[in-house]
């Protein structure tokens, strides 16, 4: 079989690397992805291994390199992403990539901490002249003190000549941020006791933020104050508050001489600031170009190096000894691969095959289209090695159970066409680069989409509903004339019985039966939701079974595969005979009735309910007559039959496995024998290995019974509970239908009724269709179907898989640079 039927061949490859030439062996096969390598050094500790150094220095470029990455980004630049493929440089390129990027990083913080630096003293500058501005006109009051007491007009300081001409007014300014003015007020005012004027005023306009970058308010301060006592309250007050402090001249001439300097000096910082941010730009542009193309390829020398790290040193120490599952198809690229790695070194590596006892890994592979269906199964479990793959089967099976419980014309052409779209600009750049998690989910599962979509609008044609609406695509298969003519319907007769009905029993009435699909008569039938009930049940009944009988017989495959034929008549025989006995027989039961019951018998037809009850309990109804003669004696065998084979399906493999054991099991010796069969043993165990893994040598027969017990009970209780699993075809399908049924009548019917004129009912029906078309995608494509999805993914993993999939393997896992080019 292909690839995608079961897992491809897997064997264990060890390979001899010389010294010189095993990093560039390594760095090609993790190009190719075809190795993965299995630690030989498990044993030794991560610090200890031969290449820690090595990672370790990659590691430190790693973190440098975060440094310089949120540089980049704190400016603003978008990181590009490298073109082309980048090889894993050689270690002496790895050393230059270091120097540069050390160089770099000390470049780069040379520069951040000047311009920070800068920005830092502009800042102080720009506050202190805010500062001189505030004083502007405030100088110092020189004015007589009437000696009588204080009041709202006394100077602070008295002119000369006045006896108190000795007093000397200091003042503190400074600048603070306007969320602690208020509480640096009433706390100096308190402290101070009042002796002190102190004058807050909010910045003319804001000031950049010399950390953050952001423009902010400050509030700048003057406070004047007499005594040593209150100044250095003040001062330790201010510093409390982390207030910028900066001298104030007490003469407004000298404030503005003051003020013309720092303007001065601002221009001059202007300008270093400029030519500053100038060579950083430069910089970080140089790190822009050079930093994701050393990313990639210091991952990928690191990776490299911890693959290296996972090989054994050999005895001469001129080899590292490594071993890894390869693909058997692949073998020939990997031989050619190292050959072309070690060609400059004059030494070939060495690949050969050797045994092992241990499970393979499975390897099967995807393209784009089964991708999305190999995920389905894969998340219930991976495979075995060698099992069945129930993926080929899925990307028929699933599309078409989900549309059995989605089917609808409209609603399956939109999810087609949604998916199409995806299917169609998935080479795009900017598809593949969106973020949005949703998004990515529902792109990758673009093709399961298509074909849920598709298969849609195929069982809608099926159940004749688009919208909700039935389609007259062929003629009715029903004459509503011929009725009429027939049975004498008068004016009368009509005013009277507002529903009619049609007998097909009446000649002329039912002309045949519609060429596809339901007819389109019944969406006018009071008991058209009975008719679909009935039919989608016995549908859901048929497609199950169907459905589990074919995963039991995918079980035989694995049987044959793994020389288990024993399990074929000891397992896959009573589990048919179970299965195909109980419920293949009423899947009998339904097409029997649908082919042989006439309509003119149909009021008379047994119910196959009654029937397929009456067979359990072995007894039968005179009011329900049999549908074919003989039929009590054939559900009597089939009964006894499913009964029968219990004992088999629960015993039979056991014991036989105890009998072969017994059989193959060594008989007591002599002590001489006992060395002769001990080396024989040896030579058996070394061929048993080179032809894979065997049953184990000791058999625990409580166990293996207690496992086939679980397994039985599972398969006969399982057979019921999962057909009636299957039931929810029928209860989605319905579901569905009656919410597309209601949302027409709420809202699209209700807007085709308005009675008013052609130009506003135009008009008017312009929302109306915007809701219908937002209620549509909202809860019947979204939500419908996401349930139907759920439901269709439950029947696959626990009512189909469970027949014949194990699910217990793990996948192979290739040493690949794939995700460090991305």
């Not at 219990?646 to 010796?669: A, D, E, N, Q």
Request: glycine content about 6%; overall charge negative.
């Amino acid at each position: 079989m292909g690839s995608m039927f079961r897992s491809e061949e897997v064997v264990l490859a060890q390979l001899f690397l010389p010294t010189a030439s095993a990093y560039a062996c390594v760095s090609q096969l993790g190009e190719l992805g075809l190795v993965e390598f299995r630690d030989l050094n498990a044993s030794v500790s991560a610090f200890q291994r031969r290449f820690v150094a090595d990672v370790r220095r990659c590691e430190e470029l790693e973190k440098t390199f975060t440094f310089l990455q949120e540089e980049v980004r704190r400016a603003g630049l978008p990181l590009p992403r490298p073109e082309g493929a980048l090889p894993a440089p050689p270690p002496r390129d790895l050393l230059h990539i270091q120097e540069e990027t050390e160089r770099l990083a000390q470049e780069l913080r040379g520069v951040r901490g000047n311009h920070q630096a800068l920005r830092a003293q502009l800042h102080q500058l720009q506050l202190h002249a805010a500062v001189l501005g505030h004083g502007h006109g405030h100088g110092p009051l020189l004015a007589a003190t009437p000696m009588d007491g204080p009041s709202d007009l006394t100077p602070l300081l008295q002119p000369p000549g006045t006896p108190h001409r000795d007093l000397r007014v200091n003042f503190v300014a400074g600048a603070v941020e306007p969320g602690k003015a208020a509480a640096l007020e009433r706390l100096l005012w308190r402290a101070c006791r009042g002796f002190l004027i102190a004058s807050f005023r909010e910045t003319e306009r804001q000031l950049e933020d010399p950390v953050t970058g952001e423009p902010a308010m400050w509030m700048t301060f003057l406070i004047s104050y007499w005594g040593e006592q209150i100044g250095r309250k003040v001062h330790k007050i201010t510093d409390c508050f982390h207030c910028h402090v900066f001298p104030f001249p007490e003469e407004e001439a000298a404030r503005r001489v003051a003020l013309e300097q720092l303007q001065q000096q601002s221009l001059e910082l202007r300008e270093v600031l400029r030519e500053t941010e100038l060579f950083l730009s430069q910089v970080l542009a140089r790190v822009q170009r050079l930093l994701p193309t050393w990313q990639v390829q210091v991952r990928k020398v690191k990776a490299v190096y911890l693959a290296l790290n996972q090989c054994s040193v050999s005895a001469t120490h001129k080899c590292l000894i490594a071993e890894g599952w390869c693909a058997t198809r692949d073998l020939p690229r990997l031989q050619e691969a190292l050959r072309n790695s070690s060609m400059e070194e004059g030494v070939s590596p060495v690949v050969h095959c050797i045994p092992s006892r241990d499970m393979p890994p499975t390897l099967i592979r995807t393209s784009r289209f089964t991708a999305g269906f190999q995920g389905i199964v894969d998340a219930y479990g991976v495979g075995r090695y060698q099992e069945v793959n129930p993926a080929p089967y899925t990307i028929i099976t699933f599309p078409f159970l989900f549309a059995v419980m989605f089917g609808d014309v409209g609603h399956g052409l939109l999810m087609f066409l949604f998916a199409l779209a995806m299917v169609l600009a998935e080479n795009r750049p900017a598809v593949k680069a969106a973020q949005n998690e949703i998004w990515r989910t529902f792109f990758g599962g673009r093709y399961l989409l298509l074909l849920m979509g598709l298969f849609s609008v195929y069982t809608g044609f099926v159940y004749n509903e688009c919208f909700s609406r039935a389609m007259t695509i062929f003629p009715s298969g029903w004459s509503v004339a011929a009725m009429a003519n027939q049975s004498g319907w008068s004016d009368e007769f009509l005013a009277q019985n507002p529903l009619l009905m049609l007998v097909p029993n009446t000649t002329g009435v039912f002309l045949g039966p519609y060429p596809f699909g339901i007819d389109p008569i019944w969406s006018l039938a009071v008991n058209h939701l009975s008719f679909l009930n009935s039919f989608k049940m016995k549908m859901s009944v048929i497609l199950g079974v169907t459905h589990m009988t074919f995963g039991v017989f995918l079980g035989v495959f694995n049987h044959v595969h793994f020389g288990q034929c024993h399990r074929l008549l000891l397992e896959t025989l009573p589990e048919l005979v179970f299965l195909l006995g109980l419920f293949g027989y009423l899947v009998f039961l339904v097409v029997f009735k649908w082919l042989c019951v006439s309509s003119a018998a149909a009021a008379r037809a047994p119910s196959i309910l009654i029937h397929f009850i009456n067979m359990f309990l072995f007894s039968s109804s005179p009011a329900n007559p049999p549908l074919f003669s003989g039929q009590e004696v054939v559900q009597t065998v089939l009964v006894v039959l499913a009964l029968a084979v219990v004992p088999i399906l629960l015993l039979g493999t056991p014991l036989f496995l105890y009998w072969r054991h017994r059989r193959h099991s060594p008989r007591p010796s002599s002590p001489l024998q006992e060395d002769k069969a001990e080396l024989l043993d040896a030579a058996d165990r070394d061929e048993e290995k080179a032809e894979g893994p065997r049953e184990p040598e000791e058999l625990v027969l409580s166990e293996v019974l207690m496992h086939q017990a679980i397994h039985t009970i599972e398969f006969c209780l399982g057979c019921i509970s999962n057909t009636a699993s299957y039931l929810r075809l029928w209860a989605l399908s319905l579901a569905h239908a009656q919410l597309s049924e209601v949302l027409w009548a709420m809202v699209m019917r209700v807007g085709l009724r308005l009675d008013l004129g052609l130009g506003v009912a135009a008009v008017a029906l312009v929302p109306v269709f915007a809701g219908f078309a937002v209620l549509t995608v909202a809860i019947l494509l979204v939500m419908e179907g996401l349930s139907a999805f759920l439901h269709a993914l439950r029947l696959h993993w626990v009512e189909f898989q469970n027949k014949f999939y194990s699910g217990s393997g793990y996948k192979l896992s290739p040493f690949t640079f794939a995700l460090e080019d991305e």
